[in-house]
């Protein structure tokens, strides 16, 4: 008798327990709407496609850390409702003030609070919605989806520094330099004497053939100087190589986008063949008594603080010390005059297989700042998506194999 007394009460105390955690969970809870509506516009009864009728404690959705409920009997004072149960299940406006600011990623956020999307600012409205810039953001996940998925012969990766930047902004000042004159381009043009039977190597790296004697190349930053960095990456190696590796200076790009000013414009653009003119007449010195200072464009180029004067035979000799307090040696390096090649593929592979790197002026649009590797060529991947994701410019290169 006392073994049945005893299973009863276990019987009772389970249903009364089972009954409390439906009134706890239903009756006697404060409802989800007591500070407001979260996330009012989200889909819950709708994503699920569920309306019930009278009371189904098991007609639920998965709502942030708990759960909502999508039948008739959670539409009563103590609310327990989806966000959308009203629209879609009654037809008729929710009865429920939105809570104030705006949802992201489970969070809430004041009205007026920001997060960056990529390039874009999004800023949370009075309206409880997040109102974001529509900027094309020079790093495209859909771009670079597309060109690796087609067959355009390179790859194309997501660079982390591009991260954040525009579109415009990368053209503006990631490039840097100017479109060459009439004048330049009727120069005549060098050619390479080639037997018709010639055969080139498939495979070809000057720093293999000549090592020691090819720079890596500088970050130009923020500053549309390409003109200054391919000219003195060029010259550095060309010095070193012709000097069979008794020099080997690694030029100053800053001492000719401070002190190369004559029709030129800094970390604005500037110009390859008065890039060339200043290294034959004026000569520049090291990188390392020179160091890179232009990492962020700015309005006004900086002053020059390097000079020097002839010492006859055209030989220059540097007036002013080191910028770089930590160096002495101001030598300046002069160039002999610049050449333009053919167009010809096998000569600037010549070129290049007999007397070193060689510089190339590209024609680049929105996709080429997500190149990672393969032979280049501007895809339409970005057509679709309007003229605002589409941009170009003029880029300047050193080529080493």
């Not at 850390?65 to 149960?85: A, G, I, K, W």
């Not at 997501?158 to 053209?171: A, H, I, P, R």
């Amino acid at each position: 008798m006392r073994l049945l007394r005893a299973l009863l009460c276990l019987g009772l105390l389970a249903e009364a327990t089972l009954a409390s955690r439906v009134r706890t969970r239903r009756e006697l809870a404060p409802g989800l709407y007591e500070h407001g509506v979260y996330d009012a516009g989200g889909s819950y009864c709708q994503r699920g496609d569920v309306c019930c009728h009278g009371r189904d404690d098991g007609c639920t959705v998965p709502y942030h850390d708990t759960l909502c409920y999508c039948d008739l009997f959670c539409n009563r004072t103590v609310s327990d409702c989806c966000p959308d149960f009203w629209e879609y299940c009654l037809g008729i406006p929710a009865p429920f003030p939105k809570a104030p600011g705006c949802a992201r990623a489970g969070r809430r956020y004041p009205t007026g609070a920001t997060y960056r999307e990529n390039c874009n600012l999004c800023t949370c409205g009075p309206g409880g919605t997040w109102q974001c810039e529509d900027h094309a953001c020079l790093m495209d996940g859909e771009l670079i989806d597309a060109i690796n998925r087609g067959n355009y012969g390179w790859r194309a990766a997501n660079y982390s520094q591009f991260w954040g930047m525009k579109l415009e902004d990368g053209v503006r000042y990631r490039l840097g330099t100017f479109r060459p004159s009439p004048t330049v381009m009727n120069m005549n043009e060098m050619h390479m004497s080639m037997d018709s039977n010639e055969v080139l190597p498939r495979h070809f790296d000057a720093a293999a053939k000549w090592p020691g004697m090819i720079h890596e190349p500088l970050d130009q930053g923020n500053c549309a100087g390409s003109w200054a960095f391919s000219t003195a990456a060029v010259a550095s190696d060309r010095i070193s190589i012709h000097s069979m590796g008794h020099m080997t200076p690694a030029l100053s790009p800053q001492n000719l986008l401070s002190c190369d000013t004559r029709n030129q414009r800094g970390c604005s653009g500037g110009r390859l063949d008065g890039a060339w003119w200043y290294l034959r007449r004026r000569g520049v010195v090291t990188d390392e008594c020179y160091p890179f200072t232009s990492q962020e464009s700015q309005p006004a180029a900086q002053p020059c603080m390097m000079h020097s004067r002839s010492t006859g035979r055209g030989k220059r000799q540097a007036t002013a010390r080191c910028p770089n307090p930590q160096t002495r040696a101001n030598e300046i390096y002069q160039s002999t005059p610049a050449y333009r090649l053919s167009s010809s593929e096998k000569e600037i592979m010549k070129e290049l297989l007999e007397n070193g790197p060689v510089q190339a002026i590209l024609e680049v649009h929105e996709d080429f700042f997500m190149y990672k590797s393969g032979i280049y060529r501007h895809t339409p991947v970005a057509e679709g998506k309007g003229p605002k994701h589409q941009r170009h410019g003029t880029h300047s290169v050193k080529i080493t194999g």
